[in-house]
Structures are given as structure tokens and as C-alpha cells.
């Protein structure tokens, strides 16, 4: 699976800035001192920077000048473009918790906008890697990110069932789905190795009835069986 980029209007924002650099506005012509704007005239100019530093992947100069387009133009058409791009940098930039922040910003800023299949594929993405990662451990809140994740893609599938993102968003859900199977019947054979058996059932019970078709399931039917075995059940309930 690759993630999918969205493809932004740079060349319209080009375009626009020179044709709006080529003339003055009022009879203003831009300040050559600092970059910056008079008469609006270079108001994407932190988004091209942006966008140029994205390109490049360098990511964290990306994110200071979508922030900075935003904070000193917060009515230019660019603006919704660069806050769009700043949850990609995020993600790019190996920075979940931000990038989740700044789609959930994007979709209650933008609630029509016609890009918000992106956003809310992103917003699964930004989380996939990561709570992946996390389940590798064997706390009990170590699956907290993944199923988070999980949850994302099921909100784009919901809302967006025919977007481009629903394909790759199914594949990643039942990754998500095998792994945090695997999680938890390796949390039910940790209680059964320590003689907790009334737990171990629960936990493997819960992986069959709610993880069927993935690769745990032959593994916490042996570890409810052999628990059932230790209480003196005899059979499965």
C-alpha cells in the first residue's frame, strides 16, 4: 500500500501570482524590502515557499510557511490550500498528534469543502504507522492509536464510501484489524501463561467474536480451549 497525495493548484497559484505581480493594485506596487504584501498583491507568496519546501521534503520549513500564509492571509484562496497541505507536512514530518489536530480543524473549518475525503483519509493515515508500532507492546492501552486509526478510516468510508482513498483505506483496516487480533490474543495467552484463566477466556472470547477471518483466530481458540480445560469446563461456551 502507498499513500495516496492529494495534488494541489500550484500552477493556478502561480499563475496568479504573476499575473498579480506583473501589475499594481491601486496604483501599488508590491514592497521589494521584506516579500510581503501591499495591495495583496504577493498574498500566496508563503504558499509557493510552502509548497516548494514540501516538494523537497523539507518538511518542517513547509509547515512554517503554510502557517505563516495562514496567520497573515487568512482570506486568500490560498490559505485553504496551504491549511489542507500543512496535515500532509505533518504527516510527512512524522508528527501524528499534529496532523490529526490539523484535519479535525480543516473538517470543522470546511465542512463542504470538496477535498474533505482527503482529510479524512489523511487523518487514518497519520495514526496507521504509529499504532502499528504501538501494539508491539502489551499494555493495555497500547492498541489505543491503532483502533483510532481504524475508526478514521471507517468515518471516510462512511461519509465518502466512492472517493478514491476507500480502496487503500479497506486494505489498511484489515491490517489494523489482523494486528490488534494479534494484540489482544497475545494479551489472552499472557493470562493464561499466568494462570489467569477466567481473563484469558474473556480476552480470546473477544478476539473470536470480534476479529473472525484474521490470522489470531487459530491462536485464541487454542488459548480458549486450554483455558477452559485449566477452569474444569470441558467444553467451550
Known amino acids: 500500500m502507498t499513500a495516496i497525495r492529494f495534488t494541489p493548484f500550484i500552477a493556478f497559484l502561480c499563475c496568479c501570482s504573476v499575473m498579480l505581480g506583473g501589475c499594481t493594485t ?81 473538517i470543522e473549518r470546511y465542512p463542504d469543502q470538496q477535498n474533505l475525503p482527503y ?56 491490517v489494523l484489524r489482523d494486528v490488534l487480533a494479534s494484540y489482544e490474543t497475545k494479551r489472552a495467552a499472557k493470562a493464561l501463561a499466568a494462570g489467569q484463566y477466567a481473563t484469558a477466556t474473556v480476552r480470546a472470547k473477544y478476539v473470536l467474536e470480534n476479529y473472525q477471518n484474521t490470522s489470531a483466530i487459530e491462536e485464541a481458540l487454542s488459548v480458549l480451549t486450554q483455558a477452559y480445560e485449566a477452569l474444569g469446563v470441558g467444553a467451550q461456551q
Not at 510527512?92 to 489536530?101: E, F, G, L, M, S
Not at 502499528?132 to 489505543?144: F, L, R, V, Y
Not at 492509536?145 to 478514491?164: C, D, G, H, I, M
Open 26 to 106: 491601486n496604483g501599488v506596487k508590491p514592497d521589494k524590502a521584506d516579500g510581503e504584501t501591499v495591495g495583496n498583491v504577493a498574498a500566496d507568496e508563503q504558499y509557493i515557499k510552502g509548497n516548494r519546501a514540501l516538494s523537497a521534503g523539507d518538511y518542517r520549513s513547509a509547515i512554517k510557511y503554510f502557517r505563516l500564509q495562514e496567520r497573515r492571509h487568512p482570506q486568500h484562496p490560498a490559505t485553504q490550500q496551504a491549511q489542507l497541505e500543512t496535515i500532509y507536512a505533518y504527516f510527512k514530518h512524522n508528527a501524528p498528534a499534529a496532523a490529526v489536530r490539523a484535519a479535525n480543524a480543516f
Open 119 to 174: 482529510v479524512y483519509y489523511l487523518r487514518g493515515l497519520a495514526l496507521y504507522e504509529s499504532g502499528i508500532e504501538a501494539t508491539m507492546g502489551e499494555g493495555a492501552g497500547a492498541s489505543k492509536t491503532a483502533r483510532q486509526s481504524y475508526r478514521y478510516f471507517v468515518a471516510l468510508l462512511k461519509n465518502f464510501p466512492e472517493s478514491q482513498y476507500a480502496a487503500d483505506a479497506k486494505e489498511r483496516m484489515a
